[in-house]
């Protein structure tokens, strides 16, 4: 939820108030000094109704919590829940049939306006549902649509763990160029420029990720023994298929 907040409050053009409701108001102070900001330690000092209301809790809160939001909640309402593991019906369940639920599952680097917004919805979105939601992910990066939840927990394996699979791999870099012999600060200095500026050079670029692992592979040298090692018998595409199964199984698990 902070990633998220943070994202929206970073975009100068994102021009609507937050109304933050949370009982602990040192964990968000930082967003407070904001003037687009309202804050309220619990909803008992809120009424009426809104047009979105987006859940950023734990899990085990929610029985607890969501019941004091349903008044909250009319025909045109949309109901965004960030929390990982918990299915729609859950959420039906404790908020009842009135409004539209919709499970997002956003990443870290929102916070920044270049994240992935997973979204699916227990109904179909009228347009102007599609419109708002649009509005309120969009300043946090691209938006896909899924049609079903279980898409959301497979996608998300990728999208929502993926940053700490960049962060470990930045982490694996530099521990290797240590052991060759560079310092630790200069290792993990060097490992965080290399992803971070191969990332954007990708990102700028027309052409494949994997024409431009070939453009940068000379036949015979540095890179190619490097890869023969990462490569061998698809050791690190085995790898990482094993990892986002058991991030998939454990999704499952959670619910």
């Not at 004091?68 to 404790?94: C, R």
């Amino acid at each position: 939820g902070s990633a998220m907040l943070r994202g929206w409050l970073t975009t100068s053009d994102f021009q609507e108030g937050v109304w933050l409701v949370s009982p602990h108001r040192d964990t968000v102070e930082p967003f407070l000094h904001d003037a687009r900001v309202r804050y309220f330690s619990e909803p008992t000092q809120i009424s009426g109704t809104f047009d979105v209301i987006i859940c950023a809790l734990k899990p085990t809160l929610m029985a607890s919590v969501l019941p004091a939001y349903e008044a909250f909640i009319n025909a045109s309402t949309i109901f965004m829940s960030v929390a990982a593991g918990k299915p729609l019906q859950a959420y039906i369940s404790l908020l009842g049939h009135e409004g539209s639920i919709v499970r997002v599952m956003p990443n870290l680097p929102s916070a920044i306006g270049q994240g992935i917004s997973l979204v699916v919805s227990e109904r179909p979105l009228t347009p102007s549902q599609s419109v708002q939601v649009l509005m309120c992910l969009t300043p946090l990066g691209d938006v896909a649509f899924l049609e079903n939840e279980d898409m959301l927990d497979r996608a998300a394996t990728l999208t929502g763990c993926g940053p700490a699979y960049v962060f470990r791999l930045v982490e694996a870099l530099a521990h290797g160029a240590y052991t060759l012999g560079l310092s630790k600060d200069q290792s993990l200095s060097f490992a965080k420029k290399l992803v971070v500026g191969s990332a954007q050079y990708m990102a700028d670029s027309d052409v494949t990720p994997t024409q431009l692992r070939v453009n940068v592979t000379s036949p015979g040298g540095m890179t190619q023994a490097a890869l023969k090692i990462l490569e061998e018998d698809g050791a690190l595409d085995e790898l990482f298929s094993k990892a986002l199964k058991a991030a998939y199984d454990r999704s499952q698990e959670m619910k």
